[in-house]
């Protein structure tokens, strides 16, 4: 028995080849879809300094105050592993002066996050987001294409069971007049809350909305909606928002006491939830935030974005078994038997992945029988088989898995014969 000396760090988790095909199919359908809205990919850096995340998140969230991973490199600067990405584009935004050539950016990303809060189903301490940011816009139609695009995204990953919920926290004066709304009346039902939420009393309200505490959360709904205490231009913004996204054909309910976790919200906020991952239901979120461009040194501009957690959208399409899209056979397999065979196969495997074809090889010494298992266990389409008598024929035999039907293929047309089979078995 093996003895195994070193295993992954709690929290984190290696993708296999076995898993990584469905990983690649879902950026492969992200990309398509954001080329299509005419989103352009940016790579940030996963170390950033950790005062952009103090600044931007917010000093007093659980992500700054309990969730970092940070060190300090050998120069003293207390560095950190990035725990979102929104701050970063912005960032690196502003930092390459993309403000100044292009009065609107659309970003997308795909990347790692990091969080050092107890490992849970679909939200690991490493995890893996696809997420956008459109910076320099306020119009509330940049709204809805990005939740537009987040529904489509998730239909053409095979999901149709989820509930997109909606709020506005209202602009900055807003959030500070909910704030202190929230703080008068919860100070009276103090004895109610649990430790935590008591200390947030002073510390941010807001997060108290967050709370997961039956308790708290009972507390949280005799509190009046978000959207009766903002003001008349923001209410205004929300209402044209409803109104496009009903003439889109989006269906959505109302969460009027919903926040998010990170304080640069404003305005519009929204989660898109399934029923099939339980009480940890959030398979992506975002929203709105105008001032945050502004709060890292740049113009005062308006952005909006969202972001979708990779290794939830996976558990949601195993728990509804919407995974049949995923092809992970190869078209061919090839068998030789010998040495020359071997040699012979192999320059036609490499002429053959020239010319686009999916195929692989047994480079074992094993018999034909137990080639032809394997290549029955991947589900290969087709299986062609080298021998001594083929090289000597000059035919080499082709066999078509899912009827058993053989056929020799001449060495000098073979390329082209495959190439008309794939064709055929594809129509």
Not at 37 to 61: A, C, D, H, N, W
Not at 139 to 146: F, I, W
Not at 330 to 339: D, Q
Request: charged share 30%; with cysteine; net charge positive.
């Amino acid at each position: 028995m093996k003895q195994i000396i070193y295993k992954a760090l709690r929290g984190t988790k290696d993708i296999l080849p076995s898993e990584t095909l469905l990983w690649q199919k879902l950026e492969e359908k992200a990309r398509n879809i954001f080329s299509r809205y005419q989103y352009k990919e940016i790579r940030t850096p996963i170390i950033e300094e950790m005062k952009l995340f103090v600044r931007s998140v917010g000093e007093t969230t659980d992500i700054v105050q309990k969730e970092m991973f940070s060190f300090k490199d050998r120069g003293g600067r207390e560095i950190c592993l990035r725990p979102e990405a929104t701050a970063s584009c912005v960032r690196a935004y502003l930092e390459n002066n993309v403000d100044l050539s292009e009065p609107m950016a659309k970003f997308y990303y795909l990347g790692p996050m990091f969080r050092a809060e107890r490992p849970q189903k679909g939200r690991l301490r490493e995890f893996h987001q696809i997420g956008v940011e459109v910076l320099g816009a306020e119009s509330y139609l940049v709204d809805a294409e990005v939740i537009s695009l987040l529904v489509e995204l998730l239909r053409d990953f095979g999901l149709e069971s989820f509930l997109l919920k909606l709020n506005s926290l209202g602009c900055v004066l807003d959030k500070k007049a909910i704030s202190e709304r929230y703080r008068e009346i919860l100070f009276k039902k103090k004895e109610r809350l649990c430790l935590l939420c008591q200390e947030r009393l002073e510390r941010n309200v807001l997060r108290i909305l967050d709370c997961k505490e039956a308790k708290c959360r009972k507390v949280v709904t005799e509190l009046p909606s978000t959207l009766e205490l903002i003001c008349t231009e923001c209410k205004k913004h929300f209402q044209s928002l409803e109104e496009i996204l009903s003439s889109l054909g989006i269906d959505y309910e109302l969460e009027p006491r919903m926040v998010r976790g990170i304080d640069y919200y404003t305005r519009t906020v929204f989660e898109l939830v399934s029923e099939a991952l339980g009480s940890q239901d959030a398979l992506a979120a975002g929203g709105r935030y105008d001032n945050l461009i502004e709060s890292l040194g740049g113009p005062s501009r308006g952005a909006v974005g969202f972001a979708l957690g990779m290794e939830r959208v996976i558990l949601a399409l195993k728990k509804t078994g919407r995974l049949n899209w995923i092809e992970k056979s190869p078209e061919v397999f090839l068998i030789t038997l010998g040495e020359e065979a071997g040699r012979v196969g192999f320059l036609l495997l490499e002429n053959l992945r020239r010319k686009g074809i999916s195929i692989d090889m047994d480079y074992t010494d094993k018999s034909l029988k137990a080639k032809m298992r394997r290549a029955d266990r991947i589900k290969a389409k087709f299986v062609l088989i080298i021998g001594e008598e083929e090289i000597k024929r000059g035919e080499y035999l082709l066999r078509t898995m899912a009827t058993g039907e053989q056929t020799f293929l001449k060495k000098e047309t073979i390329i082209e014969d495959l190439l008309n089979r794939l064709v055929s078995n594809i129509k």
